[in-house]
């Protein structure tokens, strides 16, 4: 928790063992606030848009998702209110995040909690400016350095087949049919998970190969490959990401981005002119989302198409633009992601 102790210092120059401690307590409540048990995709999304908007701007954040934050630091420490403590407030909402990272993984094959938590913070503080604040700044950055970890760990580590176990069991002396069939039930289901689990990656990775070979976008119409540079690479991240049963890998970055040729940036305005009247083909399939609707910070490129504007603040390389529309895309597939 030495991480805290440094972070404090954004908003309290000189803090006391006592005050470094309850903001150590605190930011344990918050971090499990974020990742509480049960909470949906589109809860962790507008969690991770939340903790963007505190980066940026905290009078942006919802209301409801401040007063929580404020009231697991005031449980800690009583003399603690939101007027006049923007900037703790702030800091507070990283810091959680912060801790949500600080524990390993693990090896599960699934889609865990933390790993869209990790996913969506990463899309979302990875298209922000730096913060003028140098302390504040550093705060962000390791945010979003441990997110963009856990998620490519994730994306890795979830895509391991399984090892099918043996399936063995003794029968009763007097077996009946009601008791064998229980029997088999129970011995196979390690089994039928393992087999069922590695399908899914099989089929993953089968239809990722046919994709790749045609080389075709039903939504363009076109051939990726001859397609202007920033629109291949946006519309291959958004195709590919539909076929993912996890998070993106490098190697789906690798096969979005193989036709992309330099290093010319492009703001988003240049994104939606060149997409035309191809936008609504494209985007069809997310225009509905409520997690897009409701999460700008995190969708930053599909907020920009569905809504057609885009500002110029921010150029990205065709490149950066497909490896954000596949994160992007693949965040709102999550849930074709969680049974695996």
Not at 183 to 200: C, P, Q, S, V
């Amino acid at each position: 928790m030495s991480d805290v102790a440094t972070f404090v210092r954004i908003f309290e120059p000189s803090p006391s063992d006592d005050f470094v401690a309850k903001r150590i307590k605190a930011a344990q409540e918050i971090s499990g606030r974020y990742l509480k048990k049960g909470a949906t995709i589109e809860t962790l999304i507008s969690t991770a848009d939340n903790i963007a908007a505190a980066a940026d701007d905290v009078a942006g954040v919802d209301s409801a998702f401040a007063d929580d934050v404020a009231k697991l630091i005031n449980a800690q420490s009583t003399s603690f209110v939101r007027e006049g403590h923007e900037q703790e407030l702030a800091a507070m909402m990283l810091i959680g995040a912060h801790q949500a990272f600080a524990t390993a993984r693990g090896a599960s094959r699934g889609l865990l909690t933390v790993d869209v938590l990790a996913g969506a913070l990463w899309s979302a503080l990875s298209y922000q400016a730096p913060n003028e604040n140098p302390k504040f700044e550093a705060l962000r950055a390791g945010v979003l350095e441990k997110a963009r970890r856990r998620a490519a760990d994730a994306a890795e580590v979830s895509r391991r087949r399984a090892v099918v176990p043996e399936v063995t069991f003794k029968l009763p002396e007097n077996p009946d049919h009601a008791a064998v069939a229980e029997l088999i039930k129970t011995a196979t289901h390690g089994a039928f998970l393992a087999l069922r689990d590695n399908a899914a990656l099989d089929r993953e990775e089968i239809n990722m190969l046919w994709w790749a070979m045609s080389d075709f976008s039903p939504s363009l119409n076109a051939t990726l490959s001859k397609s202007p540079e920033h629109t291949g690479a946006v519309v291959a991240g958004v195709e590919l990401a539909a076929l993912l049963k996890r998070l993106p890998a490098d190697a789906h970055r690798h096969l979005v981005v193989r036709h992309t040729k330099g290093t010319k940036r492009y703001a988003l305005s240049d994104v939606v002119e060149a997409l035309g009247e191809n936008r609504e083909a494209v985007m069809a399939p997310y225009t509905t989302k409520p997690a897009l609707q409701d999460s700008p910070y995190v969708f930053p490129l599909f907020t920009g198409l569905i809504n057609g504007a885009g500002d110029d603040d921010v150029k990205l390389t065709a490149a950066d633009w497909g490896a954000r529309a596949l994160l992007e895309a693949a965040l709102l597939n999550a849930h074709n992601m969680s049974a695996g």
